[in-house]
């Protein structure tokens, strides 16, 4: 069973997003939706990371709640440099954060978290995984970014998917 349907949320998500992307119910529409939705997870089954079991769903809260946070706090350090670009401290950098996460899925939501927080890019990642190239817009402070990485972001990170 799981053979034919390897993923039975994406399925139906897959055939639900057909049908509001034709915007109109027809048996036509219905049966390609359905098809889609069966076909689909199965041929792309070898590209998804394997499956996530969630082991602190509470963490993932307090995650949620900092990134948002964070954000915040990135976007109004980004508008201040955009509207007063004389009260830059220190020249754009890179800085080199080394990980222990090795979970490709939580690797995956890092990257996801580093690329959309403001002033900072994702730029490189080494082979084994080890060594994060970051982008920072202001790198004043290069041990307090990763710091920052490493406590908020890395840590909750592998509670939650190692």
Not at 14 to 22: K, M, S
Not at 112 to 137: F, K, Y
Request: proline share 8%; aromatic share 6%.
């Amino acid at each position: 069973m799981k053979r034919l349907f390897p993923a039975p949320l994406l399925s139906v998500l897959l055939c639900l997003v057909w049908l509001l992307l034709n915007r109109g119910i027809s048996p036509g529409q219905i049966i390609l939706g359905v098809l889609f939705g069966l076909l689909i997870p199965v041929l792309t089954q070898g590209l998804r990371p394997r499956s996530v079991s969630i082991k602190k769903p509470w963490t993932i809260i307090r995650l949620g709640f900092r990134v948002a946070a964070d954000s915040l706090q990135s976007n109004r350090a980004v508008l201040r440099l955009l509207l007063m670009p004389g009260t830059r401290k220190k020249p754009a950098g890179f800085v080199h954060v080394p990980l222990q996460l090795r979970d490709p899925n939580g690797l995956a939501v890092l990257a996801m978290i580093v690329c959309i927080t403001p002033g900072t890019a994702w730029a490189e990642i080494s082979r084994d995984r080890s060594i994060l190239l970051l982008h920072v817009l202001e790198a004043d402070d290069p041990q307090g970014v990763i710091d920052h990485i490493k406590a908020f972001y890395e840590r909750p990170l592998m509670e939650i998917f190692e």
